[in-house]
Nanobody, 122 residues
Framework: EVEVVVSGGGSVQTGGSLRLSCTASANIRTMAWFRQAPGKEREGVAGQDSDGETDHSDSVKGRFTISRDSAKNTAYLQMNSLKPEDTAIYYC???????????????????WGQGTQVTVSS
């Protein structure tokens, strides 16, 4: 069993920045960020394979960047130019399968961390 722990989040004004961190208890192939806004379905935000390949959703491309520190089993989500519509609970997920498998919208990641609230005010 792999534990996933999330840190970061908080409140910021429009245009501000935040960084989320996600640490897994063991080396894991793929780490990703999801978010869920009130009344909406959960959506994928970004993912990164241990080989470096990344995915970013269209809604965050150019503003959010996922990165990883393999030595620390940690993934980061740098969020810049935040907008009110980015307000959501953000979750980190991890899986032993490669990104090209888990990027399927129907795939359910095996390991999930707790959510962290990100609030962007106008």
């Amino acid at each position: 069993e792999v534990e996933v722990v999330v840190s970061g989040g908080g409140s910021v004004q429009t245009g501000g920045s935040l960084r989320l961190s996600c640490t897994a208890s063991a080396n894991i192939r793929t780490m990703a960020w999801f978010r869920q806004a009130p009344g909406k379905e959960r959506e994928g935000v970004a993912g990164q394979d241990s080989d470096g390949e990344t995915d970013h959703s269209d809604s965050v491309k150019g503003r959010f960047t996922i990165s990883r520190d393999s030595a620390k089993n940690t993934a980061y989500l740098q969020m810049n130019s935040l907008k009110p519509e980015d307000t959501a609970i953000y979750y980190c997920a991890a899986d032993s399968r490669p990104l090209w498998v888990v990027r399927d919208p129907e795939y359910d990641y095996k390991y999930w961390g707790q959510g962290t609230q990100v609030t962007v005010s106008s």
